[in-house]
């Protein structure tokens, strides 16, 4: 005995429906299949559930509503039944009736430039008032263009017109510019502010000093240092009162508040004290550090160079004068030993 197999069938198709803005539109549709899934479409784009759009299910039937009506909601909406043995669809209009001569909403209050300090709670906040009875305008929050979502940080507040954007613990990547797009589902209307960084100024200060070095002859030396200031002071280097500035072996580098001087092929004449002189408009601040250079450990021969270990040189030399001695001796042995032997005739 054979099973058929059968594809869901659908018993009730949904209908057209027209909804005027902001109204709540419901599509229905009843479908005679067990273990079937339903998705539904908006101009053939998935659709996914949310505070706006419901997906509701009850044994045969399906529903999907749509909350708060808008101009964009306007289109075909298609449902989508499927199970294993095979796919239905079906699709109805959603028309939206415009009031005549609709004006944008208006900003009561606007939202205002706003300066803070690391770690602030920031507050921009504005009042929305629509024109036409009935309207409900709904208000969308922008940084640098990119929608806002709420999150442990943002906090969005939206009660009677009066709407609020909120951010705790305010940080250097929330500067920018900042809009509050107000939307009664026809026309928009935006109003827009800065957040700046509120920064105190402060006198050059060193939160790492260069340190004390020692080196042979040849050596690459690298004394670095970091700096804090605002403005942002700039550091000059200075060995025995002398300034220094780039060379074929003096290297300066600034990377953001850290500061480096770099001597290559250290030579006698680089012994002495150095000096990080940092200076803005705010102030002067120094740290000094002092280089010892001793001997180096190669010697030139011939064009070339050739490793002295000065340290195990007469130790070396001793070693030779000990294996020659001993050389001798041997030789002084060998030579008495054939002269005592017997002669074998």
Known sequence: MSIQKVGPEITHFPE????????????ECDIDSPDVSVSWYHNDKKLVPSRKIIYVQDIEQFA???KG????DEGVYKIVAKNDDGEVTSSARLNVDLPDNVEPPRFGDEIRD????????VQFECQVTDVQEGEKSRVSWYHKGKKIKETNNITIVAEDGYHALMIRNATEDDIGLYEAVADNGIEKTSSTAQLVLNIEEAEPSFIESITDSVCREGDLVQFECEVFGEPKPEVSWFHNGKQLYPSKNITIVVDDNL???IIREVGKHHEGRYEAVSESDCGQSLCSAHLKVKDSELVQYKGGWWTTFKAYRCKILSAIVIVETCLLVYCLITRCESQLRPDSN
């Open 16 to 27: 057209d429906r027209t909804g005027r803005l902001n109204d709540i539109v419901q599509f």
């Open 64 to 66: 999907l509503i749509i």
């Open 69 to 72: 009506v808008e101009r964009s």
């Open 114 to 121: 706003t300066t803070f300090m690391v770690g602030d709670l």
């Open 259 to 261: 500061h480096a001087l």
